[in-house]
């Protein structure tokens, strides 16, 4: 589906064609070896760094290419409509694994752990989530002790994106576990530090192609300096820049997701031939096709319309929620759609709508699930 771009500036433009040029002829190919593996290609991360695309928005003094939210979720947009694993790698990686640090970290930080994951030089990884522990995240058990110059760290962390592929995970930990929430820090852990293992790899319904994992502490010491933003408690308001913004990320997720499950479907729909006409040709395909194509116009400029007043300094609190809600949600109706059009070949395996269908009902879960941005829309409009 061809939309209209002419409310982005040149520049937007020129990126989205680059972005969506090398989604196809580079990332592309490298997908049904990901899907059929279960692995990250660690290419993903070079390659994407070598054009500029891994971290964007980050200033092009530490390596980023100095873009605003927009054009970021450009990106996202066009390397989630290749493939959602892919995607979910790179969101991990460039969002909560790397934000923290460039917000609140320290120049040590930043030069030891930020520069090189803008390279593509490092893989990061982001531990809030734990076995017992989804949406009331001030509920963790992970637990940081301050011993001399250094913290000891023990708890489990579930569902953790690149956790067998990075080189570093922020981790969140209770120093002061009596301050619920505010007694949060978030920790620097290194790949290969005694007491830290990834447990197991999991086996997810879709996203292949982002490994996901376990990761436990047990009695992991880590230096005093490894905290980030250099005093106990605040790690849970670190957060939250970071989680508004990759509510819009998310956004812009669906986008891909839906844009791609549309148009597979749509040249589906004109290659698939019954009662004597390709299917495009009877009005009940055609009115399909029609809502799929409005709710994912309805859905770019929203994202669109919020990652300009993010860029702007605006408070989005609700508005991020209400992009992740109405976007994950709408998504499940587009690609139930195209798995209805697609019939009986759209349950099969060889045919790659029913992995855009698999893929997008992650996203009513995943980094706050639908019900908890209906509680902070509600919260957010004082009811």
């Known amino acids: 589906m061809q939309y209209n771009t002419s409310e982005l500036t040149e520049e937007q433009r020129i990126f989205q064609d680059m972005m969506t040029d090398f989604a196809d002829e580079v990332l592309a190919p490298m997908v049904d070896e990901a899907e059929e593996t279960g692995n990250t290609p660690l290419e993903l991360f070079t390659k994407m760094a070598e054009m500029g695309f891994l971290c964007p928005r980050y200033p092009e003094d530490l390596g980023g290419g100095g873009a605003d939210k927009l054009t970021e979720c450009i990106m996202i947009e066009q390397v989630c409509r290749v493939d959602a694993g892919f995607c979910g790698a790179i969101v991990a990686h460039s969002g909560l694994g790397t934000m923290p640090i460039f917000l609140h970290g320290s120049d040590e930080q930043k030069e030891k752990y930020l520069i090189p994951a803008i390279q593509g030089k490092k893989i990061a990884a982001f531990g809030l989530t734990e076995p017992n522990v989804g949406s009331d995240a001030a509920s963790i058990q992970t637990r940081a002790v301050r011993d001399g110059d250094e913290y000891v760290i023990n708890g489990t962390k579930m569902f953790i994106t690149n956790a067998t592929i990075c080189d570093y995970v922020i981790v969140a930990a209770y120093t002061q576990p009596d301050k619920r929430g505010l007694g949060i820090n978030l920790f620097l852990v290194d790949k290969g530090t005694p007491g830290f293992t990834v447990s197991k790899k999991l086996d ?75 299917i495009i040709k009877f009005q009940n395909t055609s009115f399909k096709l029609a809502e799929m194509a409005t709710y994912i116009d309805v859905m770019r400029t929203y994202v669109w319309r919020v990652a300009r007043l993010y860029e702007a300094g605006a408070n989005v609190k609700k508005e991020s929620s209400m992009v992740k809600l109405f976007c994950a949600e709408l998504l499940q109706n587009i690609t139930n759609a195209g798995m209805q059009i697609h019939g009986g070949y759209g349950y099969m395996m060889e045919y790659p709508i029913q992995r855009h269908w698999r893929d997008g009902r992650l996203y009513t879960v995943t980094e706050g699930t639908s019900e908890v941005q209906r509680i902070v829309i509600s919260k957010e409009c004082g009811f």
Do not use: M, W
Not at 230 to 243: A, D, M, N, V, Y
């Open 204 to 278: 997810k319904v879709g996203n292949h192609a982002a490994e996901t994992g376990e990761l436990v502490f047990e009695d992991c010491r880590v230096p005093a300096e490894n905290l980030i933003g250099g005093k106990e408690c605040g790690g849970f308001q670190q957060l939250e820049s970071t989680l508004i913004s990759g509510r819009i990320t998310y956004g812009a997720r669906c986008l891909g997701t839906a844009q791609s499950a549309y148009d597979l479907t749509v040249e589906y729909a004109k290659q698939r031939v019954q009662f004597g006409k390709p």
